[in-house]
């Protein structure tokens, strides 16, 4: 017998407000034209004010509860991955334990920026595999409004705000590609390409500060990183990519999903894209785009599901699971 990683409840929540392309075009010199085409954006959500990363998180925490049918003290663990979270310490995952009223187990937070579900995951699934835990909630939650510059067209029409959540709980497999569950990890990173993709603040400018990206340099390793992350960690689970049911990408850029789709061979029918309504969630865009997909029919138990994300640091990496 194998110990598996089976996903047994999801959920998400998007923030009241909606944004669409067009309430841009009166502050900034850009156009609903413009974001669309080269994004594939036309719409995301904006957290209210007072609104924070733990809010979100605690309502697509309790999305995945009811669906799994548990409890909070049903879990032995709260992983958390945002770039956003409400204060400097402590983490945003023991703020959702508290409001979940879980007085047992642990909580933390996971930081690799867009790839921060991805790390997540494999962290989630290294403690269950190892025995650590058995039920573990898997968050990612972001605010990445509250890091916009407004005057910066290049990035403040990309992002928007959100939260999805999966329960994970230790199962037993055949060891084979056929187990549901996670069946690989592949993680990356590499720290020379800070500039591309960062905040400039935090505890060493006194600041929060503001995103700044190169996006045509961060579009440009999207393309050469993504299938090839994903193909290694099907290659590892003994799997090809025509095995494949869906690609769960992580929602920066329509034609950076559609690049990755085309390298690994894969038609855009096997694709969940949301990023049409949700824009970049950063750690929150995957488990976003799994619950909808599932919401949608799209996702079914037994699928096949490859998800793979890049962002700052660069940080990378791909989980393959079967649902
Ligand atoms: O989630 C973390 C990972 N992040 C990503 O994956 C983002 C990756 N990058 C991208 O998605 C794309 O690079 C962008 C959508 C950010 C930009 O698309 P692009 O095709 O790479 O455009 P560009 O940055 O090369 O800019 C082309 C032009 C520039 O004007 P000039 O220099 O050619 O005159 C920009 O100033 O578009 C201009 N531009 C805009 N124009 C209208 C930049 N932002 C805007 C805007 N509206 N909002």
């Known amino acids: 017998m194998t110990k598996r990683s089976v996903v047994i409840g999801v959920g998400h929540y998007l923030p009241e407000r909606v944004v669409p392309n067009s309430e841009f075009e009166a502050s900034l010199d850009t156009s609903d034209?413009?974001?669309?085409?080269?994004?594939?954006?036309e719409r995301r959500h904006f957290a209210a004010e007072g609104e924070t990363t733990s809010d979100l998180a605690t309502y697509a925490a309790q999305a995945a509860l009811a669906d799994a049918g548990l409890e909070p003290g049903d879990l032995d663990a709260i992983i958390l991955a945002?770039?956003?979270?409400?204060l400097t310490f402590p983490s945003a995952a023991t703020m959702v334990q508290a409001r979940l009223e879980m007085t047992t187990g642990f909580a933390f937070d996971v930081q690799a920026v867009c790839a921060g579900f991805i790390y997540?995951?494999?962290?989630?699934?290294?403690?269950?595999?190892?025995?650590?835990?058995?039920?573990?909630?898997v968050i990612g939650a972001e605010t990445f409004s509250r890091i916009m510059d407004w005057t910066d067209r290049s990035t403040c029409?990309?992002?928007?705000?959100?939260?999805?959540?999966?329960?994970?709980?230790?199962?037993?497999?055949?060891?084979?590609?056929?187990?549901?569950?996670?069946?690989?990890?592949d993680l990356n990173?590499?720290?020379?390409?800070k500039d591309l993709l960062y905040v400039d603040g935090g505890v060493s400018t006194g600041t929060s500060g503001y995103l700044r990206m190169q996006g045509n340099q961060v579009f440009r390793h999207a393309v050469e990183k993504l299938a090839k992350t994903a193909e290694t960690?099907?290659?590892?689970?003994?799997?090809?990519?025509?095995?494949?049911?869906?690609?769960?990408?992580?929602?920066?850029?329509?034609r950076i999903i559609r690049g990755t789709a085309k390298k690994m061979g894969l038609s855009m029918d096997k694709v969940v894209v949301t990023v049409q309504d949700h824009g970049n969630t950063s750690a929150a865009s995957i488990p976003l785009a799994l619950s909808v997909g599932k919401a949608r029919?799209?996702?079914?138990?037994?699928?096949?599901?490859?998800?793979?994300?890049?962002?700052?640091?660069?940080?990378?990496?791909?989980?393959?699971?079967?649902w």
């Open 120 to 137: 997540a995951l494999s962290n989630a699934n290294a403690m269950i595999l190892s025995g650590q835990v058995k039920r573990v909630m």
């Open 82 to 86: 945002t770039s956003t979270a409400d």
């Open 189 to 193: 990173s590499d720290g020379r390409y």
């Open 233 to 254: 960690a099907l290659e590892r689970a003994g799997l090809t990519p025509g095995d494949v049911d869906w690609i769960v990408p992580h929602q920066a850029n329509i």
């Open 297 to 322: 029919g799209q996702i079914k138990q037994g699928d096949l599901v490859v998800t793979e994300a890049i962002g700052g640091g660069l940080a990378w990496g791909a989980v393959v699971l079967r």
């Open 157 to 185: 029409v990309l992002f928007g705000d959100g939260a999805g959540a999966l329960i994970l709980e230790a199962q037993d497999g055949a060891g084979t590609a056929e187990d549901r569950g996670i069946l690989a990890v």
């Open 33 to 41: 034209e413009w974001i669309r085409s080269r994004s594939g954006i």
